[in-house]
């Protein structure tokens, strides 16, 4: 059991707002990760689940059960820190022991459970270390080791990759992807990388400025964006907005388009300008083209384009996967649907 | 900066300083080792003549020698203990968000300022005193016999008011290594549901471990050589009973005029002095490694 339901939920830290009334069901089992840019509340809304942060008011139910003011132990949660929160003069067998002492848990228990973690986590060779002599990576296995023994009903996560190196962040990715699809337990998961979003996620849900702007599946939110904030922060490179001279008779002022919707075509396109800077990845380039009126578009080419820098260029887009947004950023119904 | 050359020339730089530091300490130990095998008294002058380690064989075997080295120990001790554990109990204190904590952190520091001397008189004659002190004027309010502190429990006084002196040293120390604690591993605590008391001795405990021992080592080298709070309170008495070898040695040397026993009571203390360094590395130093 794991389901975790936020009824009205706000934060004030002194007067200051920091989490708007807020609504967000969790469904048992699942893998929820919150984003937004930074300082938006995604850390303050965990800490508070995870009953570490009081509420200001509205309601936290875990389980079916009223929990507001349950203080963090009686919560059944387990939380991963970006720190890690090692103990660091503990051994790694003790600091996962530590939990199940707390809770006077047998200690033939203990030891078959920390035995079990180690093989899941592959801590074997490390727990009679000191968190001091292990690498990041091996922390990060630590703390989530020290996580899974009390069994909670679901798992909280702040940042816990941010401090790792780009190779081995893919690897702990797809390990807490894994550990999610075997136990089974809801995971709760913060981040600001978009691509762990997008890769971990069963939803996702996009935060702004202490309110949810939208909750969904990835591709959900990346083909059908509720408006223009969720539409630029979903996707990498950023969609193109393109400011429209006019309004349209429906009421859209901007068009979106994701630089990989984008045509190159050799006749005349709906935008025409000149190729700035071109970065090849191998796979696919990126290329940023000067349009006059407009600006600067991205545009995502095949990884062998030919186009250099200062060549001109003609852009065309599929209708049906042009976003149109009216004056308060709101997406219209798209013109293929209509 | 680490080129051999510039070792050399550092080294070389440094030298004079090195001479003068080591001439400052090895010619008075050097006198005082000298004075320690002669028979010199202040009151015969120009009889001194060289006695072996009969200053020594006096000064050990002195029944004074074993009542006052044990009194050093308990002064030691004692005044460590209430330290450590009441500098702990403050430091958490002030770390509170209290009203004004900026205010009470300067207030409780005050007392390090305040010269032993002073601080033993104000002791002595304001609060210890058993006609005029606060104490006594306490203790016959509520009805009970005021205590002669300095008659019936001079030792005890004395750590009182040492300890006293040196608690704000121990609480601000602790205080600080409290505030470099990891607000995230207490949060982690929280969560795996460790009570305040778990809290303290697995968390707190262990990240002060080396802020005490810090605490220890300091104060031990100053509390071995304790001297004005005794003069201005108990001069050592009654009897032997508040005296410690660093008050011994003053009593030998300048009160019986017996240079030569002074400075053999001189170098068995710098001996003690030494052990207890021993000691106390071997069993805590290991805490400030790493
Ligand atoms: N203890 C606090 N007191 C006052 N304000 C706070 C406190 N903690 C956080 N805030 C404020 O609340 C807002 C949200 O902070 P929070 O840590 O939740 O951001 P975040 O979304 O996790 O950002 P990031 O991605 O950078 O971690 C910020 O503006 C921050 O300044
Ligand atoms: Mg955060």
Redesign the pocket.
């Known amino acids: 059991m794991g389901s975790i339901t936020l009824k009205q939920v706000t934060k004030n ?1 002194d007067e ?1 707002n ?1 989490i708007k009334p807020l609504d967000l069901e969790i469904r048992d089992g699942e893998f929820i990760v919150f984003v ?1 840019p ?8 965990l800490r508070m689940i995870a009953g570490l942060e009081d509420t200001t008011s509205g309601n936290i139910d875990i389980d079916g059960q009223d929990a507001t003011s349950t203080p963090p132990a009686k919560r059944g949660l387990a939380m991963v820190f970006q720190s890690y929160a090692l103990y660091p003069h503990m051994s790694v067998r003790n600091n996962i022991a530590f939990p199940l002492k707390r809770a006077k848990v047998p200690a033939a228990e203990i030891e078959q459970k920390i035995a079990s973690a180690a093989k899941i986590l592959n801590l074997g060779d490390y727990l009679d270390r000191k968190p001091g002599q292990l690498s990041g990576g091996q922390r990060q296995r630590v703390a989530i080791g020290r996580a899974i023994v009390r069994q909670p009903s679901a798992f909280l996560f702040d ?1 816990p990759l941010s401090n790792l190196d780009a190779s081995l962040r893919v690897n702990m990715r797809l390990e807490i992807s894994e550990l999610h699809k075997s136990l089974k337990t809801t995971m709760i998961y ?1 981040t ?1 990388d978009q691509v762990e979003a997008m890769t971990m996620a069963d939803r996702i849900a996009v ?1 702004n400025a202490g309110i949810i702007e939208q909750v969904g599946t990835p591709l959900e939110l990346y083909q059908h964006p509720v408006n223009r904030f969720v539409a630029g922060f979903i996707g990498s490179p950023k969609m193109n907005f393109i400011e429209l001279k006019q309004t349209k008779e429906d009421g859209a002022t901007c068009l979106g388009v994701r630089p990989e919707h984008f045509q190159i075509t050799t006749d005349a396109g709906i935008w025409s300008g000149k190729v700035g800077v071109v970065e090849h990845l191998g796979s696919e380039t990126f290329l940023h083209v000067q349009v006059d009126g407009i600006g600067t578009l991205t545009v995502k080419a095949n990884g062998d384009c030919p186009l250099s820098y200062g060549d001109d260029i003609s852009l065309s887009a599929d209708q049906s996967k042009i976003l149109r947004f009216n004056d308060q950023g709101i997406t219209l119904p798209s013109k293929g649907n209509q | 900066m680490a080129t051999t050359h510039s070792r050399t020339l550092a080294q070389f730089m440094l030298f004079p300083s090195v001479v003068l530091l080591l001439a400052w300490m090895i010619v008075p130990l050097c006198m005082t080792l000298y004075f320690s095998f002669l028979d010199y008294n202040l009151l015969s002058p120009g009889t001194e003549e060289f006695i072996g380690f009969l200053n020594y064989e006096f000064f050990l075997t002195d029944p004074a020698f074993f009542e006052s080295f044990f009194n050093t120990l308990l002064l030691v001790g004692g005044v460590l203990l209430i330290t450590i554990c009441g500098g702990i109990g403050l430091a958490i204190l002030l770390d509170q968000a209290i009203w004004g904590r900026n205010y009470v952190r300067i207030m409780v520091l005050a007392p390090f300022f305040v010269m032993p001397t002073v601080s033993a008189l104000v002791w002595k004659n304001m609060l210890m005193n058993p006609v005029n002190g606060l104490f006594a004027h306490f203790a016959t309010f509520i009805g009970v016999d005021p205590v002669d502190f300095f008659a019936q429990i001079p030792l005890l006084s004395i750590i009182i008011i040492v300890s006293w002196q040196w608690l704000p040293f121990a609480a601000l120390i602790l205080l600080t290594a409290i505030q470099s604690l990891d607000r995230e591993q207490l949060e982690a605590a929280d969560l795996d549901g460790a009570g305040p008391f778990s809290k303290f001795f697995y968390i707190v405990l262990p990240h002060l471990s080396r802020a005490i021992t810090a605490v220890i080592l300091i104060e031990t080298i100053f509390l071995l050589s304790i001297f004005a709070e005794i003069l201005v309170t108990t001069s050592g008495g009654p009897g032997y009973e508040s005296t410690n070898i660093t008050y011994l040695i003053y009593t030998q040397s300048l009160l019986q005029f017996d240079v030569g026993g002074g400075s053999a009571g001189g170098i068995i203390a710098v001996i003690i002095a030494n052990i207890v360094a021993i000691f106390l590395m071997r069993l805590i130093g290991k805490n400030l490694e790493g």
């Open positions: 830290f200051v920091v937004g930074s300082g938006c509340g995604k850390s303050t809304l940042e913060v600001h935060f």
